[in-house]
């Protein structure tokens, strides 16, 4: 690294806390109207400067890493996903990638809490008829949902972000807690394991996503998943679009084969499958998991960590290639 300040460039704007700190310790190129950077203009970041703070919206291709001329050595992406990177290409250009996971656990798994809450009592809906003028007032059968508290909650995945939510389901509204983890045998803060993620879609009134999006992932929950779980499960992904494939969802939810779905994640974000738009019951958010001034701040002083560690030759705290 040259002897000037090293120069950091942080493809979208992110909390001013955060970004005077970065500024204040290296050479900072910021993204003042946060318009998404270009292929190009990420090309350009990677010649120039010495780290590219980036976003899960930043496609890191191939292509991009092995910009000719490359002087970037630290993707320090501002998000515990890092699927946004092709990490084979990072490693094999000896580019080194950091994630900021545990910082936004909590914040994401209320939002599947959220999630939960909302499509089983149809808040949505409910805010939608009555900003529409539909309401003549209560009437005892008006859009009865279906209770929370005492449920079955399925797990996919039992990593930091589904832990955060088993403490919240299970202690917080009383649910039965069960997951699927290929990497994790054993049980714990009251969540009982099942060896297949059959048993769990089978058993569960909420099927909740936490797994990351990997190759093995992608599509996990295809037509067949989605016609293992109960007519009247409840589908939530707060995870990553991929996992889902979003076509046999929609069909799962045209034909009953499910009652409902949450989602804040999408395969092509920001676009999403056109019917799924027209569904009164599929509450669709843009991606808010992480989204409050704390955990953002949080995440950015994280990624910091990493390029201070970075610059100062020691090993990274959350390296993920
Ligand atoms: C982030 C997320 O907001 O952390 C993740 O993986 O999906 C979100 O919390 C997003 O990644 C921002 O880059």
């Not at 704007?13 to 950077?37: H, S, W």
């Not at 950091?98 to 656990?105: A, G, I, K, M």
Request: contains cysteine; aromatic residues 4%; hydrophobic residues 45%.
């Amino acid at each position: 690294m040259s002897a000037e300040r090293p120069i950091v460039v942080v493809t979208r704007k992110i909390p001013a806390a955060v970004e005077q700190e970065i500024a204040t310790q290296f050479e900072t190129r910021l993204n003042a109207n946060d318009t998404p950077m270009s292929a190009e203009a990420l090309e350009e970041a990677m010649r120039t400067a010495d780290v590219v703070l980036c976003c899960v919206a930043d496609k890191m291709t191939a292509d991009i890493i092995n910009t000719p001329g490359r002087r970037v050595k630290l993707l320090a992406n501002y998000g515990v996903g890092f699927n946004n990177i092709d990490v084979a290409a990072a490693k094999a250009a000896g580019v080194l990638v950091s994630n900021t996971p545990e910082v936004l656990t909590e914040a994401t798994a209320d939002l599947a809490m959220t999630l939960v809450l909302m499509t089983a009592r149809r808040t949505g809906e409910g805010e939608r008829h009555l900003r529409g003028g539909q309401w003549t007032g209560w009437r005892p059968t008006h859009m009865m949902g279906t209770m929370v508290t005492g449920k079955t909650l399925g797990l996919v995945g039992f990593g930091r972000i589904a832990r955060a939510v088993t403490k919240k389901a299970h202690d917080g509204f009383g649910m039965k807690v069960i997951f699927h983890d290929p990497l994790v045998p054993n049980g714990a803060l009251g969540a009982e394991p099942r060896a297949t993620l059959k048993e769990v879609l089978e058993e569960s009134d909420f099927v909740s996503l936490h797994c990351p999006a990997l190759p093995e992932t992608r599509h996990l929950m295809n037509a067949q998943r989605l016609g293992e779980m109960k007519k009247s499960g409840i589908l939530i992904n707060t995870a990553r679009g991929d996992v889902v494939d979003e076509a046999a969802l929609v069909a799962a939810l045209q034909r009953g084969q499910i009652a409902a779905a949450g989602l804040d994640v999408y395969e092509r974000e920001p676009s999403v499958t056109s019917e799924l738009l027209k569904m009164e019951n599929v509450v669709l958010l843009p991606h808010l998991g992480s989204a409050t001034l704390e955990t953002r701040e949080a995440m950015g002083r994280r990624a910091l960590e990493n390029i201070r560690l970075f610059v100062a030759g020691h090993p990274l705290r959350d390296r993920v290639a």
